[in-house]
């Protein structure tokens, strides 16, 4: 299983970054997949999360309205859409891959695959 994050960097406040999650070495379209983010000093926290069909999404309060989360099975990639971006935006975003297929959650513990992770910051 490789998962290879993309896309991150520098943005200004009110701007907007596209994530992309390469995923390899599995069925991708049986798996949920999510988004979580880890800030300097600070635990990893669930951002967004989406079934394998892409039929549905979660997403944490503090995102909800400005990030979309979203999958191509037939590309295996998974993408998180950052628009309206604040200060506190500023982690270290990683994707995930669900242990079990064909499940969905939040807690960190549901995932056992983990990209290497891509740097967004914030800044003016």
């Known amino acids: 299983v490789q998962l290879v994050e993309s896309g991150g960097g520098l943005v200004q406040p009110g701007g907007s970054l596209r994530l992309s999650c390469a995923a390899s070495?599995?069925?991708?379209?049986?798996?949920?997949m999510s988004w979580f983010r880890q800030a300097p000093g600070k635990e990893r926290e669930f951002v967004a999360a989406?079934?394998?069909?892409?039929?549905?999404?979660d997403y944490a309060d503090s995102v909800k309205g400005r990030f979309t989360i979203s999958r191509d099975n037939a590309k295996n990639t998974v993408y998180l859409q950052m628009d309206s971006l604040k200060p506190e935006d500023a982690a270290v975003y990683y994707c995930?891959?669900?242990?079990?297929?064909?499940?969905?959650?939040?807690?960190?513990?549901?995932?056992?695959?983990w990209g290497q992770g891509t740097q967004v910051t914030v800044s003016s």
């Open positions: 995930a891959r669900r242990a079990v297929m064909f499940l969905l959650g939040r807690a960190i513990t549901d995932y056992n695959h």
């Open positions: 070495g599995f069925t991708f379209s049986s798996y949920g």
């Open positions: 989406i079934k394998w069909s892409g039929t549905y999404t």
